[in-house]
């Protein structure tokens, strides 16, 4: 079952921080955005094969934001859209700061659980998902 969660940040707040606090706060096993709207300034990105982050300085807005979220960790990739409306798209770092709002509908999926374990394949901490209900022999709805 999935239930749904509203938020909105302010101007300052740290967009990848807060969504790690949030899981922390809440205890969650498993959630993952649904939508997201808003400012950032600025914003904060790692490319596709890149170890440094990059840097979007002055005013983007947020095209896009996806992932997943848990008390384990956070996996989120962006796109931003600067004032020329160049568009930049990466994994979400902290650092990227709310400019003038962001909301979020954020989705909560119950009886789950997203553990981050490096995966010898890829050298680099992977999901691994665990349906909680299913281990327990719960039915859902008929």
Not at 49 to 67: W, Y
Not at 80 to 107: N, P
């Amino acid at each position: 079952m999935m239930t749904v969660h509203i938020e909105r940040l302010r101007p300052g707040d740290d967009l990848r921080r807060s969504l790690e606090q949030w899981a922390k706060r809440q205890d969650l096993g498993a959630a993952f955005v649904l939508s997201a709207v808003g400012s950032l300034s600025p914003a904060m990105l790692r490319l596709a094969g890149r170890d440094t982050p990059t840097v979007i300085d002055g005013d983007s807005e947020l095209l896009t934001l996806s992932g997943t979220i848990s008390v384990q960790g956070v996996h989120l990739h962006l796109s931003v859209a600067d004032a020329h409306g160049q568009v930049t798209g990466g994994h979400l770092l902290a650092g990227s700061i709310v400019r003038t709002t962001m909301e979020l509908v954020l989705g909560i999926a119950s009886g789950w659980e997203i553990r981050r374990e490096v995966d010898p394949l890829t050298g680099y901490e992977e999901m691994v998902a665990e349906n909680h209900d299913e281990l327990l022999g719960a039915r859902g709805p008929d």
